[in-house]
């Protein structure tokens, strides 16, 4: 089936663009999570959805970074004003959660934002 | 605070047996995943501990200590394709379950 999948793949903008960051999770997928992953690290939480409800939002940097599931499916993460500081790959992840799940986490491809 | 430890590099041989370690502080927990990824790619997920004890899975086994906050993982029987970055991450269970990754131990091996 159909894995998770993130639009664009490559995003260049120029500082103060704002962007929109698109994640599509597995069809029932429960949770969604956003990441940022910079170059020899591990992903860095940004932010984690139940369905619609965003049930943590620590990770975001600033107010210049949020992120919506309205309808508890497809997310967006915005980032306002981009700063040549914001340039990095941008990871989703969805899991079933509940039940016997072992609550893997399915990676999207990422987004890779260059802000110039 | 939250922290992950886990090594930055390891070089093993072919056919060998390698053990990666990690060791975690966090406010809460909730479970720990091992995560396998290769350069260019995104993480896939290799094992969920959650309690205390050995879960094997293939060539592939690993190991939860609460008490101690320790975690391995170990691979078996290497391949040249088990090259790559293998992230410990601890699903912090405070209020709910945001995910904090390790930086990843680069694993090398070599014929």
């Known amino acids: 089936g159909a894995g998770v999948s993130q639009s664009p793949r490559y995003k260049v903008t120029k500082r103060g663009q704002d962007v929109a960051l698109r994640c599509d999770p597995i069809s029932g997928h429960v949770s969604l999570y956003w990441y940022r992953q910079a170059l020899g690290q591990g992903p860095e939480f940004l932010t984690y959805f139940n369905y619609e409800a965003q049930q943590d939002k620590s990770g975001l940097p600033n107010d210049r970074f949020s992120a919506e599931r309205p309808e508890g499916s497809i997310s967006t993460l915005t980032i306002q004003r981009t700063e040549q500081r914001d340039s990095a790959m941008y990871r989703c992840?969805?899991?079933?959660?509940?039940?016997?799940?072992?609550?893997?986490?399915?990676f999207g491809p990422g987004t890779r934002l260059t802000v110039t | 605070g939250q922290n992950i430890d886990q090594p930055t590099e390891m070089t093993a041989t072919e056919g060998a047996i390698v053990q990666i370690n990690c060791t975690y502080q966090t406010s809460g927990f909730n479970g720990l995943f091992w995560y396998q990824q290769h350069a260019g790619e995104a993480p896939t997920f290799l094992s969920y501990?959650?309690?205390?004890g050995l879960e094997e899975k293939g060539r592939f086994s690993s190991f939860l200590s609460r008490s101690k906050g320790y975690s391995y993982l170990l691979l078996k029987e290497l391949q040249m394709k088990d090259s790559a970055s293998y992230l410990c991450?601890?699903?912090?269970?405070?209020?709910?379950?945001?995910?904090?990754f390790g930086a990843g131990t680069r694993l090398f091996v070599k014929a």
């Open positions: 991450a601890v699903r912090d269970g405070t209020g709910g379950f945001k995910t904090i």
């Open positions: 501990n959650v309690l205390d």
């Open positions: 992840a969805s899991s079933l959660e509940g039940g016997t799940s072992t609550y893997e986490q399915y």
